[in-house]
Every structure is written in structure tokens, then in C-alpha cells.
């Protein structure tokens, strides 16, 4: 991938001010693109965009081609007459700093369900374009409205516990539960459509402001999702479906037990039979929704660490090869150029660098991972062009929270090494991010405005509270945009 030198922001669409409880599509986001626009950046990073399950995080979806309903916007949905003024006409109290998705997950589904009545009763209501979209995507759209269909029959609890023939896809019980299922197949269908006329829609506004779009894939996928309902000889499962050995990683520095993540492992010799396929079909799918893919654990593409179903942690596993090249080649040979940033970060082998490299595929640097001395290669004068550098990432603390919590020796060195006093250290590591001979630079939206722990995103490995911050409105002022446009021109990234 050729990457031109230029600047962006990672912001997911959840954390976008409005008066609905989460971020969406609606008019913030369209400000927003005009805010990178107008500060000179180029570049829009979000999470992962699937609609999210226990846990609300972008990572374990139920759907790797599907979108999120809850990031449809309510006020777009007036727009096209899919909703009535009177259904927004309630008195909202929806907290404004974070997203509290025990309140607003029921709220917006009920939302969307009055629109697909009203669409539903008016056949007006570009019926047309629907049924386009249905046929265009049905090679994932079907399993994925009858999993969710079937999912919501049976209590919203993982297909794991559902009748034997239905975790089977028994033909006959299948062609049964879409006739029973029909209107509920439909709706589910119907949000997917609104999801992506409402994305497309604002990825074209991007593109006119010359801003691109950078996705998130999650290298696994979740088990309760219609992915391995649909396509179980792709995993690694037992006779009653159920996985035999799951993802994570082994103890290091920051966890003595590792990390147990629990997703179904690829059985990636299955895979190899297809010619890669299904892999195939999820870039293409997701390259039509974002101009640059972030691979995430791009290392558990080389290899990756394999724990048994049963065990309670990641301790004790083994290192087991991954599709290697094999899977980039397939990749290339379908689809050509790979825009693909690979997430090489954690403990990372040679291996690894040598799959990146071979497909010169830039790799990410994080800053705040820097300051222990001059030789660490995070810190900005090793930097290459090839790489994505980032002040932090949704994992991360934002800048200010990691320098208020790290060591003296740590907060001493970044002074040193920035030449600065520490009371603006957002800035300062972004100005020497912004500086460097990076290709690509990102800072999170709670960096530029200088946030401190209390806008952390996520806590690897913390099951709940997660994915929930927000930003205000009028934190997006004209101070702060050509704060940040005077350093998209003195660091040649305009």
C-alpha cells in the first residue's frame, strides 16, 4: 500500500454528540468530517461497525458483514419519512458524557421497529430500493436476519442453546422457521438496509471533502454469531457445535495468566480448501465500506496461541501456525492492492515482520508505549515511513490518563525526550507524532481535547464498561480546528 504523508482522528461513531444516548449517522458526523476537512486531516478511523452483543464492544459482533443498528440515525430516519415527528417528541434524558446501553439499546429498538411498520404499511417507502439491497447482499444477509430472527425467538440467548436442528441447520426445520419467521427476517433485513443507505450516504460526503475511511476487522469472530452458525466446518467444534479450543494470548508483563478471549479458532486447513473464500468475501465486503483496513492481531495471522475449550485461562496453551502468505496471496490474487494496516503490537516474532513486510504492509507504532529509553522503537526517531503511528488507541489510556499514572522515571524521560514541562502533554506527543517521518499519524479524539482517564475507551480484558464515552458537542470549536490545521501545515501533512 503507497501511503501519501497525512494526519487523522480515531473516533468510533458511538462516542459522536447528539440528544439519542449514542453517537450515529446523523448531522454530528457530518460535522465531524467537516471538522477533519477543515483542520486538514485526511483521515477517519473508527472500531469495527457490526452490531454488538454482551459486553456492547466492537470486537464481538454477531455479524462480520451486518452493521450496527443502534448507529442509525433517528433524525435522518424522519428525514426520509420513516419516522413521525411525534416518535421523537419525547422528553430525553439520555446522559451526554457516555453511553449507557442498558437504557438506550431498548429504546432505540423500538425506534426502529416504528419505522419498519411505517415502511412496511406504505409501500411507497422505497420498497424498490429494499428489495435491491436484499438481493445484492444476500450472500450473508440471508443467514444473518434468520440467525437474529431465530436468536430473538428463542430469548436472545447464544444459538448454542437452541434445538439440536436448528444448530445443525437442518434443511427442512430451516425452510420452516423463515416461513414462521418472516416478518421478523424482514425487519432485521430492514435495519441492515437503513444502516447502510445511512453509511454510504456519509461515506459519499466524505469522499467529496477527500477525507478516507479507516476500518477495523477483528481477526476472530464471536461464537454466538451468524459467521459460525452459518459456516461451522470453517472452526474448530465439537459434534454438539461447541468450540474445542479458543483464542488468546500467553502470560507476559502485563498479565500473569495471559489473556483468554474465548473466540472460536480458525480451522484455517478447511479454509486453505476453499481457496480462502470466506476470507475473500470479508475484505471485499468490508473494502466496500472504508478505503483502509485495520487488521487487528495481525501477529495470529503468522501464528497464534491456542487454549482448550475447558481451561479457565490463557496459561496454558501452545503456539500453532497460521495461514501465513498462503492467505495474503489468495487476498491479492481476488482483490489486488491490500490498503491494509497490520496491528502489530504485543510479543511479536520474526515471523511476523517478515509476513508484514512481504506484503509491505505498514505497521502501527504507539507513542505512549516510548519512554523507557532511546533505543525503544515506539519512540518517534526510529519511526519509518511505512507505519501508522498513534498517540494511543481505543486499548490504551488517552495521553493525559497514562501520563498521570505512569512512573516518574517514564513522566521524566517524555520531558526530557519532548522538551516540554508535562502540562500539556496530549499535545506534545502529538506534535511529535505529527512530526515524524511517519506516513500515516492518528491521535484519539480524547487526545486533541486533552482528556484524562475518564474518557478511556476500553480495558482489555474489564467484561463491562467499556465502549461508553462521548464527546459534547461544542467540544468541536473553532479553536481547536485551527489548532489543528496550524500543525497539518508546519509538519507537511496539510
Known amino acids: 500500500m503507497n501511503l501519501s504523508r497525512s494526519s487523522g482522528i480515531l473516533l468510533h461513531p458511538t462516542s459522536l454528540p447528539n440528544r439519542y444516548g449514542i453517537g450515529d449517522f446523523g448531522k454530528s458526523a457530518y460535522d465531524f468530517v467537516d471538522f477533519l476537512h477543515d483542520s486538514g486531516c485526511q483521515l477517519w478511523q473508527t472500531l469495527p461497525l457490526g452490531p454488538t452483543g454482551f459486553g456492547d464492544s466492537p470486537y464481538q459482533s454477531f455479524s462480520t458483514f451486518a452493521g450496527n443498528p443502534y448507529l442509525i440515525s433517528p433524525d435522518l430516519l424522519l428525514e426520509d419519512d420513516l419516522l413521525h415527528p411525534n416518535d421523537l417528541m419525547e422528553d430525553l434524558d439520555f446522559n451526554d458524557d457516555f453511553v449507557d446501553y442498558g437504557r438506550i439499546i431498548g429504546w432505540k429498538l423500538n425506534l426502529l421497529e416504528r419505522a419498519f411498520i411505517r415502511f412496511t404499511r406504505d409501500p411507497k417507502?422505497?420498497?424498490?430500493?429494499?428489495?435491491?439491497?436484499?438481493?445484492?447482499?444476500?450472500?450473508?444477509?440471508e443467514d444473518y436476519a434468520l440467525f437474529m430472527a431465530l436468536k430473538e425467538a428463542n430469548g436472545g440467548g447464544s444459538w448454542s442453546a437452541w434445538d439440536a436442528d436448528l444448530r445443525n441447520r437442518e434443511k427442512s426445520v430451516l425452510a420452516n422457521a423463515k416461513k414462521e419467521l418472516k416478518v421478523g427476517i424482514e425487519r432485521f433485513s430492514f435495519y441492515q438496509y437503513l444502516f447502510f443507505r445511512q453509511w454510504d450516504s456519509l461515506r459519499a460526503y466524505a469522499k467529496k471533502k477527500k477525507i478516507q475511511m479507516i476500518g477495523d476487522i477483528p481477526i476472530f469472530v464471536s461464537y454466538d454469531s451468524a459467521d459460525l452458525w452459518a459456516n461451522p466446518e470453517l472452526f474448530f467444534l465439537d459434534e454438539k457445535k461447541l468450540p474445542t479450543v479458543v483464542a488468546g494470548v500467553p502470560p507476559d508483563y502485563f498479565s500473569k495468566t495471559g489473556q483468554l478471549w474465548g473466540n472460536p479458532l480458525y480451522d484455517w486447513k478447511q479454509h486453505k480448501k476453499t481457496d480462502y473464500a470466506w476470507w475473500i468475501k470479508r475484505l471485499r465486503a468490508i473494502l466496500k465500506m472504508v478505503d483502509i483496513v485495520r487488521l487487528d492481531h495481525f501477529r495470529g495471522f503468522a501464528g497464534y496461541w491456542e487454549v482448550p475449550a475447558k481451561n479457565l485461562t490463557a496459561e496454558h496453551g501452545r503456539w500453532?501456525?497460521?495461514p501465513g502468505a498462503e492467505l495474503f496471496n489468495a487476498l491479492r490474487v481476488a482483490l489486488g492492492d491490500l490498503p491494509i494496516i497490520a496491528e502489530d503490537l504485543g510479543e511479536i516474532t520474526p515471523d511476523v515482520f517478515e509476513l508484514r513486510d512481504q506484503f509491505n504492509l505498514p505497521g502501527m507504532k504507539i507513542l505512549q508505549f516510548g519512554f523507557s529509553d532511546e533505543s525503544n522503537p515506539f519512540l518517534p526517531h526510529h519511526y519509518p515511513e511505512n507505519c501508522v503511528a498513534y498517540t494511543?488507541?481505543?486499548?490504551?489510556?488517552?495521553?493525559?490518563?497514562w501520563y498521570d499514572s505512569a512512573s516518574e522515571q517514564e513522566r521524566d524521560f517524555a520531558r526530557r525526550y519532548l522538551s516540554v514541562d508535562g502540562s500539556d502533554i496530549a499535545w506534545d506527543l502529538i506534535r511529535a507524532l505529527w512530526h515524524s517521518h511517519a506516513a500515516l499519524v492518528l491521535a484519539p479524539m480524547q487526545d486533541l481535547l486533552s482528556l484524562g482517564n475518564e474518557a478511556r475507551m476500553n480495558y482489555p480484558g474489564h467484561a463491562a464498561g467499556n465502549w461508553s464515552w462521548r464527546m459534547r458537542g461544542e467540544m468541536l470549536g473553532e479553536e481547536l480546528m485551527a489548532k489543528l490545521r496550524a500543525l497539518n501545515e508546519n509538519s507537511g501533512r496539510l
Open 392 to 401: 494511543g488507541t481505543h486499548d490504551n489510556d488517552t495521553a493525559r490518563g
Open 320 to 322: 500453532m501456525p497460521g
Open 125 to 141: 417507502l422505497a420498497r424498490r430500493d429494499f428489495n435491491i439491497f436484499c438481493e445484492k447482499n444476500s450472500d450473508w444477509l
